[in-house]
């Protein structure tokens, strides 16, 4: 058991330095994700006989509207802190941006994007939606590195060492704790598959999904992990007595099972603004 928490056990947020430039796993793997999303989402767009480089224009447009918007997410959520300390606020490389700030960012920009290039927008989210679970996947382990997104203490064999600075002051004498990272990293690379599966199943059976179907199944399928995952947090973003990311999950899969409904059983298709 002492071998596998030793596995956990983070290296730190710093790759390397370069003089006084400091290399961090954060921005590496957030930078990874976007690359690979972008070569994934090429890929099936043409599947949808979508120009590639549409899709390398969307993906500049999903950067600038889902990370600042990430990140503001989360700051308004914790403007008690950040108001003490502004000087933070645009610290991004330190952690502290929200999944669900991103999507909403994003889908702002591909309804934008769809707009004024007389696209489908749910067509654009069923191509975008596998690559941005698994950036999500990926950018999990940014929490690994800086130590933060964790759950509450245990000794099981997976478990997680978080150094003392990081710890909640109410765990401070715990060493070990739930590597919730890792749980939502894993269970998004599920998804990612379920995802790439169902878009290949409709495109040997020639295109017999809807569109928005994918989107709407990654909100349904996200969400679910979302919602038990962060019953494990020790730093929900917290609004009252409730956790904002599981009631923004519960949400979403209510939004996403009513659209699926609404398109396989009411016979309909989602309102859409290309025109």
Do not use: C
């Not at 000087?87 to 669900?100: E, F, N, R």
């Amino acid at each position: 058991m002492d071998f596998f928490a030793f596995q956990f056990r983070s290296p730190g947020p710093i790759l390397f330095d370069v003089g006084p430039i400091s290399l961090r796993w954060y921005g590496l793997l957030i930078a990874s994700a976007v690359l690979i999303g972008v070569i994934i989402a090429q890929k099936l767009g043409k599947y949808r006989n979508i120009d590639p480089d549409l899709i390398g224009d969307l993906v500049i447009w999903l950067v600038i509207g889902a990370i600042p918007m990430a990140r503001i997410y989360y700051v308004l959520f914790e403007w008690q802190n950040y108001a003490q300390h502004p000087q933070d606020i645009i610290a991004i490389w330190q952690g502290g941006i929200a999944i669900h700030g991103a999507i909403i960012g994003g889908i702002i920009a591909i309804l934008i994007f769809a707009k004024i290039n007389r696209q489908s927008f749910w067509e654009l989210t069923d191509i975008i939606a596998p690559s941005l679970i698994l950036g999500q996947a990926i950018g999990r382990w940014g929490n690994f590195f800086n130590s933060e997104a964790f759950g509450i203490p245990t000794n099981l064999p997976w478990k997680l060492y978080i150094p003392p600075n990081n710890r909640p002051i109410e765990y401070i004498n715990f060493d070990y704790f739930h590597p919730t990272f890792l749980y939502e990293s894993l269970w998004n690379i599920g998804v990612f598959i379920l995802l790439i599966m169902i878009f290949f199943w409709s495109i040997k059976n020639n295109n017999k999904l809807k569109n928005g179907t994918i989107f709407l199944i990654y909100l349904i399928s996200y969400s679910l992990g979302r919602v038990w995952i962060e019953g494990f947090r020790t730093d929900s973003l917290m609004l009252g007595f409730l956790r904002i990311a599981q009631v923004v999950s519960l949400t979403s899969i209510a939004f996403g099972i009513f659209g699926l409904i609404w398109l396989y059983i009411l016979k309909k298709s989602l309102p859409d603004i290309k025109n």
